[in-house]
């Protein structure tokens, strides 16, 4: 819970500081790729230190759906702060 919270405020802050809109899509695809390759790169080495296959690949698909929640929550952060940027400009 405050894990996601931490990236809330983080996201409002990035749409807060940063001038004009922020690109949602390029962040979410961002994101996704990042969350692939973490999952990729911690699946295989659950894989192969002994926890087995399907542990390994329940892991790694694990990994990228919270992965994925959180950049959702990031997006709806910079959603947020560019919300408050476009009224503090007002």
Known sequence: M?????????GIA???????????????KTGIIIGI??????GLVAMF???GFV????GGVGILIGVIILVIIFLVGAFIGDFIEGQVKK
Do not use: C, P, V
């Not at 001038?19 to 390029?26: D, F, R, S």
């Not at 390759?37 to 911690?42: H, R, T």
């Not at 542990?55 to 329940?58: F, P």
């Open 2 to 10: 405050w894990f996601e919270l931490l990236i809330l405020i983080i």
């Open 37 to 42: 390759i973490l999952a990729i790169i911690l």
């Open 49 to 51: 230190t002994g926890i």
């Open 14 to 28: 990035y749409g807060f500081l940063h001038k004009g809109k922020e690109g949602y899509w390029g962040l979410l």
């Open 55 to 58: 542990a390994g690949i329940a």
